[in-house]
């Protein structure tokens, strides 16, 4: 991914707004069950010219917690997830 988005001048969004947001996926094997285990992938990548994002782009309300958790953590990511 790194090298796709330096390579177009593109930005990865998520990425951008969290950097240290830890094991946060979007699609997870379901026959093994591994959504419960917080193993999975990232299928919503939203690319972005990095000169438009860093014009235009704003965070919105942020990940979310409930406070038990730090939002960037694992721990929170397997939170969502599950």
């Known amino acids: 991914q790194a090298l796709m988005a330096d390579a177009d001048g593109m930005v990865d ?3 951008e707004f ?3 947001a830890k ?3 979007t699609c997870w094997d379901q026959y093994r069950n591994r959504r419960h ?7 919503d ?3 972005v ?4 994002f860093q014009a235009h782009a704003s965070a919105g309300a942020g990940l979310a917690s409930s406070g038990r958790l730090s939002p960037n953590s694992a721990a929170a990511a397997l939170s ?3």
């Not at 285990?37 to 299928?43: D, P």
């Open 13 to 15: 969004s998520f990425a």
């Open 18 to 20: 969290y950097p240290e």
């Open 23 to 25: 094991e946060r996926f």
């Open 37 to 43: 285990q917080n193993e999975g992938s990232r299928i």
């Open 45 to 47: 990548y939203v690319m």
């Open 49 to 52: 010219d990095r000169v438009f």
């Open 80 to 82: 969502a997830a599950t």
